[in-house]
Structures are given as structure tokens and as C-alpha cells.
């Protein structure tokens, strides 16, 4: 089993910023991708920001210049730097990653249980 465990979420005033981490645990061989999706009421999930195990990210219009994802491999966590937030990036944030379990020769993705992110105006 894996396990995507999500935390830093939380009320900000527009302008500030947040932190948000997600640590992938369980038996795990590799992980190939991980990367943040968010999901506000009425809307589709949507990318926010991506990062691939070679380094390549990418990142939606709406957040570059202002959300940074970064990867610490040894602790199989993904980090999300938030900064500059608008009311707009108001949702439900998701981690998901890209895993191959011990002894499973296909990746699969996994997500988080996701962690609320609201910002007041």
C-alpha cells in the first residue's frame, strides 16, 4: 500500500503565503512524478504545478511567478511554496505522485486526501 499524506493548508490573507508538503510512505520502489492539483466548488481539478524525477516541472499560467514545487527525494516528499495568494486560489489542494510499488512492474498514480486552502480578500 502507499499512502499520500497532505499538510500545510490553511486561511490566508491575500498577499501571503503558504506552505504546503505531501509525504508519500508505504512500499515504495520509485517515484517517477509528484505534483499538486487543486479543486475549487463548481470547477474541474486542475494542474497547479508539476515536478518529474529529472528535475522538468511545470507549472499552470495562473500560479508561475508566484507558486514554486520542489522535492526532497530522500524523504519522498513534494513541497509546495505558495507566495503573492489572491482569493482565487481558493480550493481543495491535491498531491499526487507517480509510484511503482516493490515488486510491480507498472507505475500508478495516487492521490492525496487533499487539504484545504482559502484566502480571504
Known amino acids: 500500500q502507499v499512502h499520500l499524506v497532505e499538510s500545510g493548508g490553511g486561511l490566508v490573507q491575500a498577499g501571503g503565503s503558504l506552505r504546503l508538503s505531501c509525504a508519500a510512505s508505504?512500499?515504495?520502489?520509485?517515484?517517477?512524478?509528484m505534483g499538486w492539483y487543486r479543486q475549487s466548488p463548481g470547477k474541474q481539478r486542475e494542474l497547479v504545478a508539476a515536478l518529474r524525477t529529472g528535475g522538468s516541472s511545470n507549472y499552470a499560467d495562473s500560479v508561475k511567478g508566484r507558486f514554486t514545487i520542489s522535492r526532497d527525494n530522500a524523504k519522498n516528499t513534494v513541497y509546495l511554496q505558495m507566495n503573492s495568494l489572491r482569493p482565487e486560489d481558493t480550493a481543495v489542494y491535491y498531491c499526487?505522485?507517480?509510484?511503482?510499488?516493490?515488486?510491480?512492474?507498472?507505475?500508478?498514480?495516487?492521490w492525496g486526501q487533499g487539504t484545504q486552502v482559502t484566502v480571504s480578500s
Open positions: 508505504g512500499t515504495i520502489f520509485s517515484i517517477n512524478a
Open positions: 499526487n505522485a507517480d509510484i511503482r510499488r516493490l515488486g510491480i512492474k507498472r507505475n500508478e498514480g495516487y
